[in-house]
């Protein structure tokens, strides 16, 4: 082996360390991130306690997650509170209560519908991944169905259609509504997870080819 490639090889070798290190600390590093992030947004709910209560003045000094982790005993004891048939009163009277503000009524009336139905266990915001052909013919991406328009909305639009979610990359938690033909739609053979997946990951992630059952020989 000459210098020369003995050299090159070296040079491969630390470009493959380096670009390996790279793999195992960025998503690491962005995973960590995240959840400082997180945490932090969630400490800040310690700023609704009296100055007395604050744990910093209790324990004499700070003591980082403190408010997420009191935020999700608080969470907790509230849904937990709610299941039984006294606070299922409380809620209604809350929610009827509600009801009656002007602005304040209709507002808190459509972010409870969206939040019953993405955070229910019996919810199904997204019912099924579907490949359509946006923003322009020729296009495709992958959107999710939501349900079917209704109103006054379903009275203008001729044939059946569909409500779909076309989420943006890699962020899907923004995106756009549309009303589509169901004939303009392709049902995919993928789990909401995995076309989620593959959204996020801008392509990267491809999803697993479906298995396909043999078609059994003619008798």
């Known amino acids: 082996m000459t210098a020369k490639t003995a ?4 040079k491969v070798t630390l470009k493959t360390y380096f670009l390996t290190g790279l793999l195992v600390l960025v998503p690491l590093a962005i995973t960590l991130w995240v959840l400082g992030l997180v945490i932090g947004t969630m400490d800040q709910t310690l ?6 209560w604050q744990p910093e003045r209790l324990l004499g000094f700070n003591l980082p997650g403190i408010g997420a982790v009191l ?14 048939f006294i606070g299922q009163t409380l809620v209604k009277w809350w929610e009827t ?6 602005v304040v009524g209709p507002l808190y009336t459509s972010v409870k519908q969206v939040s ?17 052909e946006y923003p322009r013919k020729g296009c495709f991406t992958i959107a999710f169905m939501t349900g079917i328009p209704g109103g006054d909305v379903a009275n203008h639009l001729e044939g059946e259609h569909v409500s779909v979610y ?20 392709v049902e995919l053979d993928m789990t909401v997870d995995a076309a989620l997946k593959y959204i996020v990951s801008m392509g990267v ?3 697993t080819m479906p298995t396909r059952r043999p078609i059994d020989p003619p008798l």
Not at 71 to 84: E, S
């Open 7 to 10: 050299k090159s090889t070296k």
């Open 47 to 52: 700023n609704l306690l009296p100055g007395a």
């Open 71 to 84: 935020t999700l005993v608080f969470i907790f004891i509230v849904g937990l509170l709610a299941q039984n």
């Open 97 to 102: 209560l509600l009801a009656h503000i002007p």
């Open 116 to 132: 019953d139905t993405l955070l229910s266990s019996s919810g199904n915001a997204f019912r099924k991944a579907l490949l359509i």
């Open 166 to 185: 076309v989420p943006t990359t890699p962020n899907p938690t923004s995106g756009f509504f549309l009303m589509l033909p169901r004939a303009d739609v």
């Open 205 to 207: 992630v491809a999803p």
